[in-house]
Structure formats: C-alpha cells, structure tokens
C-alpha cells in the first residue's frame, strides 16, 4: 500500500490553485487555435494531449503553415514548433497578459496568425481577456511537476477504460477552457440542450454521451477527483455501487465522484479507475438504454496479434 500510494501523489487543492488557475490561462491561448478546425462531436477535437512534459495541441495547420504547440509544464516553458521552424516562450514569471504578447510575438515569427479571439472562457472572476489580465503570476516548479503526475497517471488508466469502448470516442485530452481530463463516449441519440446554457456548452450536448474525467477542483468543491456523469442524466443513479470503495453520487453536483484520496487508497489506482468507468457505463446501459455490445475485450495488442480472429469474437459475444 505505502509503494502504490507513493506513485500517486497528494493533491492539496489550496497548495495548486494558483498553479493550476495560471496554466487554466495560458494553455487558453494556443487552444483558441483548435476551434478553426472542423467540429467534432461533444468538442473532441479540442483536447491537448497528456505528453512525457506536458501538454499539447494536436497537430494544426493554417494555410502555409503546419505546427503544434506545448506546454512543456516540467520545463516552465511553451514550444511552437511548425514547418519554419520553433521558438520557446518561458513561463517563469510575469502576467498572462506577458506571456500573450510574447506567444503572439513568436507565434508571428513562424507565419502563425494570433487567436482569433482574446477572451478567457469558464474562468469565474477573473478577468475577461488575456490582454486584461494584469495579476503578476510566478512559476512554481514543484506545483507543475505534482499537475503533470496526476494528469498522467489518470490519463492511463482513462485510455485503458476507453480502449475497448467499440462506437465513437474522442482522443482522453485537457479540455483547455474547464481545464478537466476528459473520457467520453458518445451514442447517436439526438438531445435537447438546456436552452439557458452558453451556445458552446449546447452544442456539447447535442448527442448523448458518457463522460468519465479528473479535475483539481475549484473553490466552490476544493478536492481533486475523478468524476462521471451520463448525458442526458437518467433516473435511478441513487444508491447504486460505483465499482470503487469510496465513490458516491453527489445528485447536487449531478455528478458520480471519486475523491483523489480514496483513489489513493486505492489497491491499484489504474485498475479502480477503470472499474469506476466501467461501473457508470454499466449504469448508462441499465438506466439509459445504451448499448451493452459496444464493449469489446480489454486486452493488449501483443494478444490481439496472436489471437485468432474467431476466438476474438467469440469472447466479444
């Protein structure tokens, strides 16, 4: 237990926040770029990868020009890097009304237009744009390091959840505005948005769909976790089991809700979080009708390379 629950570090919501409100901002300004492309269902074009430094982009291209950019949070610098070339701007201390005009400065240098758009999204109290945004901010490594552990390590066990989930299923990304980890799973089920939401958070709702992610916390719920909730929300989730000692249905939230430190004290945290996945898609299937034959078998690609493609089929069925 104590080795398990070394590899999963605490998380202090009070000793991040102002951490994680700094790269909630910044990692805005390079997501901007994600909305020129095609939408995808639910937004799941839009995530930045988990990577061994950070987070990234997916790979965009504008005309005459290819790049990507990285928020490289073990370095404390931001990379765009494109078919002319790269250029770094660190992150060490200042504004992110600072770090705007140099992003922009060498975005341009590599043919990069600026973000269409200056506003800052689903940040409450703060300010309204990047150039507004004048609170001198410092660049806490350890703080970094702690994020980009339990980004990662959730990242794994969220893939390894979704990896055997046959319909459509958005890359596991940052969702850059909300700064969560996002899983999700989506149905061809037209549905209804709440017609009092922002336009963005509509068109995320168009379709039904499962989601399974982590989050920091805010100030209003100040503890990390693992969270879940199935779109449209059906009857029935009170009282169920949630695959994991410790996780429960918080009907204010509208939310199924793992606590960072349950999940520690967790036997295997990778395997109880895709028992929690498992546990809400099972309540989707039951409550909301979603299809029990869209999971296949969850196993490595060394056995898939090696098993028969009948015996493969018969353990699906």
């Not at 036997?267 to 039951?286: L, M, N, R, S, W």
Request: a negative charge.
């Amino acid at each position: 237990m104590s080795e398990c629950r070394n590899a999963w570090p605490p998380l202090v919501y009070e000793d991040l926040a102002p951490m994680v409100g700094y790269v909630n901002r910044v990692v805005q300004v390079a997501g901007k770029y994600t909305l020129d492309e095609p939408f995808e269902v639910g937004w799941g074009n839009i995530v930045l990868d988990v990577t061994p430094r950070g987070l990234r982009t997916p790979t965009l291209r504008q005309r005459g020009v290819t790049f990507s950019v990285h928020y490289r949070l073990l370095d404390g610098d931001v990379v765009i890097e494109s078919d002319a070339g790269s250029r770094a701007v660190h992150l060490s201390k200042g504004s992110v009304a600072t770090f705007y005009r140099a992003f922009c400065d060498a975005a341009a240098e590599l043919g990069i237009h600026r973000p269409r758009t200056l506003l800052i999204c689903e940040i409450p109290d703060g300010a309204p744009t990047f150039e507004d945004d004048h609170v001198e901010r410092s660049w806490d490594p350890g703080a970094a390091l702690l994020m980009w552990e339990a980004l990662n390590l959730t990242a794994d066990g969220l893939e390894t959840w979704q990896a055997s989930f046959l319909g459509h299923r958005p890359r596991v990304g940052v969702m850059w505005g909300g700064f969560d980890l996002s899983a999700t799973r989506h149905r061809v089920q037209p549905t209804e948005p709440p017609p009092d939401r922002p336009t963005f958070m509509q068109n995320a709702q168009l379709e039904g769909y499962v989601a399974v992610g982590f989050s920091f916390g805010a100030a209003t719920a100040p503890s990390a976790g693992v969270y879940a909730y199935i779109w449209p929300q059906p009857d029935g989730l009170e009282g169920r089991s949630w695959g994991v000692d410790g996780a429960f249905w918080n009907a204010d939230a509208g939310l199924v809700l793992l606590p960072w430190d349950k999940l520690r004290e967790s036997t295997d945290p990778h395997q109880a979080i895709v028992a929690f996945g498992d546990a809400v898609y099972d309540a989707a299937v039951e409550l909301a009708g979603w299809p029990s034959d869209l999971i296949a078998p969850r196993v490595d690609g060394w056995y898939m390379s090696r098993t028969a493609p009948e015996v493969v089929r018969a353990q699906h069925h």
